[in-house]
């Protein structure tokens, strides 16, 4: 069984992911510009999705007890 | 800045703060109502804000505004402006032919369900190159393929003026053939003078008189 202290670590990384990410995200929605739309494609985007894959990842390598 | 972005901001900082609640206290997650939470503040709405956020920079980049936010095309931007009737660009920028805050993208991108993704992905090559790159002169940028008159033919087939203009019946199949791309609209000693920005460099300007 996983200890519960695990997924919440993963949890809590997801989550300072996708903060960043959506922090970027929103800054760059502050300029009309092409570096802002290539920050925000390339840099904003990879940060929240990487957040959802660890977030998913400790939902199902988490083990009920 | 429009009312919409404004909300996606706002939104988007909504998001980021229930975000930083499920980060900063993930023992919430141990209770029914917090694994609710993370659910949504780590999936369900940023997934939204993303997408919201991706179709804001789409709309974004098909502004004229956006095109010429790169120095390099100060130029093809100084050619929607020009005090000259020749200049295809200016006669459909300063009459409204075009949408004045979306000029570039009404004429330079293909009119298929893909052909605004393909012009962004060939927008994120300019952009590398303009900041990793060797910038060209703006008088050696040239188009990928051959202008294509269905971008032309968009709006005027149909027309009155284009069909029954007496230039564009000078051999009894022109319209067909151009229609069918053989004729090409830009390159045939017809409409040639587009964006000509090496002659732009002391031409008059127009400038638009301001609404009292």
Known sequence: ?65 | MHNTALILILFTAIVAVLGLLTALRPELTRARGGKVLAFLSLFILPALAMWAGTQEHLERSTSTQFCLSCHVMEDFGKSLRVDDRSYIPARHFQNNFVPRDHACFTCHTDYTMFGDYKAKWRGVHHVLVQYFGKVPKPEDIKLYTPYNNRECLHCHAGMRAYEEASSHHKSPDMLARAASNQLSCVSSNCHDIVHDVAGLKDAPMWAPKAVE
């Open chain 1, 1 to 65: 069984m996983m200890p519960t202290i695990t997924i919440e670590r993963r949890i809590r990384w997801s989550g300072i992911l996708i903060v960043l990410g959506l922090l970027l995200q929103m800054l760059t929605l502050l300029w009309t510009h092409p570096l802002a739309f290539m920050c925000f494609l390339m840099i904003g985007c990879p940060l929240v999705a990487a957040g959802m894959l660890l977030f998913f990842y400790s939902l199902v390598s988490h083990q009920s007890p």
